[in-house]
């Protein structure tokens, strides 16, 4: 008989089965040290719960990941398996236009009016 699907997971362990990091004690560390993001909230618990349909903010390396939780794992698998448990969320672009983008001119201000120099 199959076990029931997972609902939810500790933080570490889906990090570690999903193969972002080499061992769960590496991320349990990255967790302590306040460096993950659940849903845009800072955590510094191992133990905290993911379920799919949360996101993470994850730096590895020189890139920070921002990762959709698809699944859960019971344990580590091969790669191919562990990629299927979440999807990158594609790098939203700046909210605000830049000043060129808005059609402010060098100089100006955004009512198009000189601006003091120094």
Known sequence: MKPPPL???RLDAWLW???LVKSRARAADLVRE???RINRRPT???DARVRPG???TVPLGRAVRVLAIRGLAARRGPAAAA???YTE???VPALLPSR?????QPGRDPGGRPMETE
């Open 17 to 19: 089965c999903a193969r």
């Open 100 to 104: 060129n983008e808005a059609g402010i």
């Open 44 to 46: 510094e618990k191992p």
């Open 7 to 9: 609902e939810q997971q």
């Open 54 to 56: 949360d996101v993470l």
């Open 89 to 91: 969320v594609p790098e």
């Open 83 to 85: 990629a299927l448990l």
């Open 34 to 36: 306040g460096r993950v």
